[in-house]
């Protein structure tokens, strides 16, 4: 995830050398567990099953490719937040990793709040009967429509991220009578250790108001005078795929020297501050995630010290985690169409979806596993490209990996932790129809967002 991101097309520099890849794991009949949802278990007969369901009778069910989501892990992740942070801080589930009703619904019950950041994530919140306090509308760019519904409808906070909107939502919120509880999101000038397109709070780049030449502090000065703001916090959000907290140590430190500051000028003490979403999962074996626990620990210990080192009573903290609560807990179930051997290369392995499921390959130079899924094999292992079927060389899915050197067409393969910026990231494109999601629990299984249909994209075009 560091280098930036290549031109369009192939890699052809990526072609390495025999000997240079990481050995494949001793049993690739092993599913680690660091990467699959929590369910998944190889049976007697070496299927791959989820919340006690064969991959095999899904596909058979549900076609492939599909996204199957383990509800009963997203439902334990989603309280391991929630307990981890306790009562004294609130978790704000990021939708923008992966939103349906469903999920909504498995959230509200779970006693987290949600984030969202654009209308249609607002009007899928509401219509699953999420409470509208515990919603934080985000975005960097808000439309008119958008803020004067999320003032309507009562959200908990809006976000704001630039001097316009401290007066296009002051404006709105006046016009209807009420008085709109915001926060200011600003850049603390930390360099997330992640890919330059989803680091977000170094000072070059578009999202937030920059601590630096005091435009924060004067941004916080002008929301504070307007009527129809009340002004809650500071927000800063980092980067995304992050493990090392040391990132989340300087934002809090600048964070809470802004409450200081504020203090100091204006006698007023901001009662919360939110620290963002951004931690990392893993993706291969190779990552190391830390638990929701520690970070709730260490996040807490780092604003605790540094208000009392400032003075300040400590704030109310929140998180946004998105990807750490759903990325986890789905896996993308695909066909294989073809396999085809480039001598001295790698075998390439052509699968029924590709960069429409998940562009996050072509896109940051994601890592991704894979596993042969609808059996065991104890064939040599082989190493592999993992394609879609899209017209482009650089539609890769999973880059470089090891599966067992008899796979064959029809063998089901499966893409661990694609629950996260996936399906919510997938696309059209080849007019290629976006899979379903199906949620697996306890033995049974049930669609909550349904494959597209040809008559989808039909009633679109409108001839
Ligand atoms: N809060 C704010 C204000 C955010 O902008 C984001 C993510 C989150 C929370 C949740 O971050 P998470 O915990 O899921 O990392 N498409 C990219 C990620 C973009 C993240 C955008 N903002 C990817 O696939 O890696």
Partial sequence: MSRSAHPAGPRHADVLPEGHYAAPAEDLNALDPKVWAHTVARDADGVVTVGGLPVTQLAEEYGTPAYVLDEADFRDRARAWRTAFGADADVFYAGKAFLSRAVVRWLDEEGLNLDVCSGGELATALAAGMSAERIAFHGNNKSPEEIERAVRAGVGRIVLDSFQEIVRVAHVAQTLGKRQRVQIRITVGVEAHTHEFIATAHEDQKFGIPLAGGQAAEAVRRALQLDGLEVIGI?????????????????????????????????????????????????TSDDDPREPHEIAKALTEIVTRECEAARLATPRIS?????????????????????????????????????????????????????????????????????????????????????????????????????????????????????????????????????????????????
Avoid at 239 to 267: N, P, T, Y
Avoid at 432 to 454: C, F, K, Q
């Fill in 235 to 283: 927000h800063s959000h980092i980067g995304s795929q992050i493990f090392d907290m040391s990132g989340f140590e300087v934002a809090a430190h600048r964070v809470v020297g802004l409450l200081k500051d504020i203090r100091d000028e204006h006698g007023v003490e901001l009662p919360e501050i939110d620290l963002g979403g951004g931690l990392g999962i893993a993706y």
């Fill in 319 to 463: 998180v946004e985690p998105g990807r750490a609560i759903v990325g986890p807990t789905a896996f993308t179930l695909y066909e294989v169409g073809t396999v085809k051997p480039l001598d001295g290369l790698r075998t390439y392995v052509s699968v029924d979806g590709g960069m429409s499921d998940n562009i996050r390959t072509a896109l940051y130079d994601a890592e991704y596993s894979v596993a042969l899924v609808s059996r065991a094999s104890d064939a040599e292992p082989m190493l592999v490209r993992v394609v879609g079927k899209h017209c482009e060389s650089g539609d890769i899915v999973v880059k470089d990996a090891f599966l067992p050197g008899d796979l064959a067409p029809g063998d089901l393969i499966a893409v661990p932790a694609t629950g996260a910026y996936c399906r919510s990231m997938a696309s059209n494109y080849n007019h290629a129809l976006r899979p379903p999601v199906v949620s697996v629990r306890d033995g049974a299984a049930r669609v909550i967002v349904r494959r597209e249909t040809e008559e989808d994209l039909l009633r679109l075009d409108v001839g």
